[in-house]
């Protein structure tokens, strides 16, 4: 049972464009949800997080939203760069999971064109 | 600050022997998580402790797998009998107490022959 869903394996845009990324969750608990950024041969590196009482965060060019209703989040990188080419996985973590634990999506690959 | 470390960062075994994986997490962290990431998967949950409370073993695949976590910092994963299909990057991380945002390691890429 996949409680969180990247539907899109891969994204290709171009540098200065934005990219938007979409996960869904199927788990009404949780309550904290999370994006992670991934180069080939390093851990997961944090990279923006979002509450459930929230429906916006920002961090430069990175923002999240959330979509309680829908149990949907996007992930927007406004400009994209060549070095934001990496896999993105969002995560989510609720009261009824062991202490934070995440659970995960697959993961979309982002590649940034110059 | 230095970041959480695991060792050693490759490891090629053999299918049936014991492998141990070493987590060091952030300073003054007392959650400490272990993933691990199969070819093509994402993230799979496997273990978590926090603190001196029993730890939550909820995602180990099976009675091969078992982790320790000596004085609340260093942790090891140990992977007895390993099997093939066990290859994947094992990931460690901490955050600190009850904290939400967890920071990950650089990973063991565990091969198993």
């Known amino acids: 049972d996949q409680q969180v869903k990247q539907n899109s394996p891969s994204l290709s845009v171009q540098e200065g464009r934005i990219s938007i990324l979409n996960c869904d969750y199927t788990?009404?608990?949780?309550?904290?949800f999370l994006w992670y950024k991934k180069y080939p041969a390093e851990g997961p590196t944090f990279l923006i997080s979002?509450?459930?009482?929230?429906d916006k965060n920002e961090d430069g060019r990175f923002t999240v939203f959330l979509n309680k209703s829908a149990k949907h989040l996007s992930l927007h990188i406004v400009p994209s760069q060549p070095g934001d080419s990496a896999v993105y996985f969002c995560?989510?973590?609720?009261?009824?999971?062991?202490?934070?634990?995440?659970?995960f999506g697959e993961g979309t690959q982002l590649t940034v064109n110059p | 600050g230095a970041g959480v470390s695991q060792s050693p960062s490759n490891k090629v075994t053999e299918k049936g022997k014991d492998v141990e994986l070493r987590c060091d997490p952030i300073?003054?962290?007392?959650?400490l998580y272990w993933y691990r990431q199969s070819l093509g998967q994402g993230l799979e949950f496997l273990i978590y402790?926090?603190?001196?409370?029993?730890?939550?073993k909820s995602g180990l695949p099976s009675d091969r797998f078992s982790a320790e976590r000596t004085g609340g910092s260093v942790s090891t994963l140990t992977i007895q009998r390993t099997q093939q299909e066990d290859s994947a990057v094992y990931l460690c991380?901490?955050?600190?107490?009850?904290?939400?945002?967890?920071?990950f390691g650089p990973g063991t890429r565990l091969t198993v022959l």
């Open positions: 991380a901490s955050s600190e107490p009850w904290g939400e945002t967890q920071y």
């Open positions: 788990n009404s608990m949780f309550d904290y």
């Open positions: 979002i509450s459930s009482i929230k």
């Open positions: 995560a989510a973590s609720g009261v009824e999971t062991s202490g934070s634990r995440l659970t």
């Open positions: 300073s003054g962290h007392t959650a």
């Open positions: 402790f926090q603190g001196n409370s029993a730890p939550d």
